[in-house]
Nanobody, 116 residues
Framework: VQLQASGGGSVQAGGSLRLSCTGT????????WGWYRQAPGKQREWVAS????????TYAESVKGRFTISRDNGDDRKFLQLGALTPEDTGVYYC??????????WGQGTLVTVSS
């Protein structure tokens, strides 16, 4: 599985962005799509996930109600809609997948910068 993330950028607090993750190769093996982020000087943290078999979405408490994870009908692209952004949301956002065999894959990351 190869993942390509895009859609990052610079916004002011209160703004929104839409991140995309496009996957190629072996997509039928994916059980869960997810997003992680890493703020400057901090560890990478989980943000949201969506299961491929029932579309159940889960979110970190810090983004619940502000971010929405979704997929397109073709199953090769996932989105993370970011809303009501704050400077604490600044970081590199990574697309992630977990396969039915437990294997994980990561995209290259896309930078989100929120200014106050």
């Amino acid at each position: 599985v190869q993942l390509q993330a895009s859609g990052g950028g610079s916004v002011q607090a209160g703004g929104s962005l839409r991140l995309s993750c496009t996957g190629t190769g072996g997509l039928h093996m994916i059980k869960t799509w997810g997003w992680y982020r890493q703020a400057p000087g901090k560890q990478r943290e989980w943000v949201a996930s969506i299961d491929t078999y029932d579309d159940r979405a889960t979110y970190a408490e810090s983004v619940k109600g502000r971010f929405t994870i979704s997929r397109d009908n073709g199953d090769d692209r996932k989105f993370l809609q970011l809303g009501a952004l704050t400077p604490e949301d600044t970081g590199v956002y990574y697309c992630h997948t977990e396969g039915w065999n437990g294997r994980e894959h990561w995209g290259q990351g896309t930078l989100v910068t929120v200014s106050s």
